[in-house]
Every structure is written in C-alpha cells, then in structure tokens.
C-alpha cells in the first residue's frame, strides 16, 4: 500500500489503532445523527407520511388494515418515521462510511468517494422507488384478486409494514448490483469476461431470486423482479469492462 493510503487526510500521519477507533467514534456519531434529523423532519409530516405513502390506495388495492395490538399504532408510527427518516438521511450514512474509508484508500480511489457516494445512493433509492410505485402494488393486487365470500381479507398492520419493509430493503439492495460490480472488479475478482461466461447461469439464478424474493407466486411480480436483475446484470458486464484493477505497489 503507497505511503498516502497509510496516512491520514487530516494530520498527514499514520493512524493508529487508537485513531482509527476514535475515527470510527467519530462517523458514527455523525451517521446516527443525520438519522435522527431525518426522522424528526419525517416525524413533523406524520400523518402526511402514514396515509399518502404507507397507507396509499395503490399499495393496499382494497385490502383493509387491522391492529391488533394496545399499542400497535403508536408503535407503528415511530417504525414508519424511522424506515423513512432512515432512507432520507442514506446519503449522508454512505458518505460517513466512504470517510471513515478513505484513509485506506489511494488518491485516486479517494477522488471517487463522493461520485460514488450519489451513484450508490441514488441506485438504492432508485431500487425503493422500484419497489414501492411497481413491484408492491402489483403484488398487493394480485393478492386482492382471492376473494372468497367467507374470507376477509383483513391483514394485521404489523405484518403489512414487515412486508413493506423487506421488499422496499430487498429492492433497494438489488439495484446496488452495478456498485457492487464495479467494486469487485477494481479488487480483480471479477471481470466482464468471466460474467459474460456465466451469463446462462446468472439468468438461472436470477429466476430463482426472483421466486425467492417475491412471496407470492404471481409470475408477473417474479418477471418484474427478474427483468430488471437481468438487466442490472447487464449494465454490471459493462461496468466490469470498464473497471480495471488498482494497480500494486
């Protein structure tokens, strides 16, 4: 590793095990406060937050919420303004994480912390978007269509807002697939010869994700998750092309 990987940005020394704990302190101090801001900016718009985007008409496609629990609303709204304060204030977390990095880092990886900080960021948000207008509210209809005469179709909200969430962080992190590929590719493990090899069999495993990730057995919500893999998959052959290796000391 060259001397100004080994050095830190601020004093010009070497840190230590000391530093690099005090450092860590000091990022996730910063990390939890920018959650905490984002939550108290959602927490101002509660009710605006709990009806026009957990509770709206497209997710629920006529399926009716109950609580089932003294405190399951209340609880339900300090779970809601941290999920969104949270992905709010995702930006400045991955930006406190590509600091506390970038003593490690070359010069010329450093210069990349905070293009890759938006790229990464709006990827995620990109995959949250994804999942919260197409995915989710295809699922939930399909989910609406089983409409037995002597079954109600009343969901415990807790359970909503757990499936909410799993498939909001499931597409989020599906989308990171490009950044995870060029990360992999500058470290030499991947490159976008061995992808196109395997390409027949990353379709394969894309189609199982796909089933996996989606609950219900609605081939159309399986191909909506499949679809864009596939093509994230192919957006990662290019990137992997394009990525070389860092070059050894």
């Given at each position: 590793?060259?001397?100004?990987?080994?050095?830190?940005?601020?004093?010009?020394?070497?840190?230590?095990?000391?530093?690099?704990?005090e450092?860590?302190?000091?990022?996730?101090?910063?990390?939890?406060?920018?959650?905490?801001?984002?939550?108290?900016?959602?927490g101002?718009?509660?009710?605006?937050?709990?009806?026009?985007i957990?509770?709206?008409?497209?997710?629920?496609?006529?399926?009716?919420?109950?609580?089932?629990?003294?405190?399951g609303q209340?609880?339900?709204?300090?779970?809601?303004?941290?999920?969104?304060?949270?992905?709010?204030?995702?930006?400045?977390?991955?930006y406190?994480?590509?600091c506390?990095?970038?003593?490690?880092?070359?010069?010329?990886?450093?210069?990349?912390?905070?293009?890759?900080?938006?790229?990464?960021?709006l990827?995620?948000l990109?995959?949250?978007?994804?999942?919260?207008?197409l995915?989710?509210?295809?699922?939930?209809a399909?989910?609406?269509?089983?409409?037995?005469?002597?079954?109600?179709?009343n969901?415990?909200?807790?359970?909503?807002?757990?499936?909410?969430?799993n498939?909001?962080l499931?597409?989020?992190?599906i989308?990171?697939?490009?950044?995870v590929?060029?990360?992999?590719a500058?470290?030499?493990?991947?490159?976008?010869?061995l992808m196109?090899?395997?390409?027949?069999?990353?379709?394969?495993?894309i189609?199982i994700?796909a089933?996996?990730?989606?609950p219900?057995p609605?081939?159309?919500?399986?191909?909506?998750v499949?679809?864009?893999?596939?093509?994230?998959?192919?957006?990662?052959v290019?990137?992997?092309?394009f990525?070389?290796?860092?070059?050894?000391?």
């Open positions: 590793m060259s001397e100004s990987a080994e050095t830190n940005t601020k004093g010009g020394h070497e840190m230590g095990f000391l530093d690099h704990l450092e860590l302190r000091s990022r996730l101090f910063k990390a939890v406060l920018g959650v905490l801001v984002g939550c108290i900016i959602v101002f718009y509660g009710d605006e937050v709990m009806n026009l957990l509770l709206r008409p497209a997710l629920l496609a006529h399926l009716k919420l109950q609580n089932l629990e003294p405190f209340a609880f339900l709204y300090f779970k809601v303004i941290f999920l969104c304060g949270t992905i709010l204030a995702f930006p400045w977390v991955l406190q994480v590509w506390f990095a970038a003593p490690g880092l070359y010069m010329t990886e450093r210069k990349w912390a905070g293009r890759v900080t938006i790229i990464t960021s990827c995620f990109g995959g949250v978007a994804f999942g919260y207008f995915l989710i509210p295809n699922m939930m399909y989910v609406s269509q089983f409409a037995n005469p002597n079954i109600e179709n969901i415990a909200v807790g359970n909503y807002f757990s499936f909410l969430v498939m909001l499931a597409s989020g992190l989308f990171e697939l490009p950044m590929t060029f990360v992999l500058r470290v030499g493990v991947v490159n976008s010869a196109s090899k395997y390409r027949r069999h990353s379709i394969v495993v189609l994700l089933a996996v990730i989606t219900s609605d081939p159309v919500s399986q191909l909506m499949a679809v864009p893999l596939w093509i994230l998959y192919e957006i990662s290019v990137i992997a092309k990525a070389k290796p860092k070059p050894t000391a």
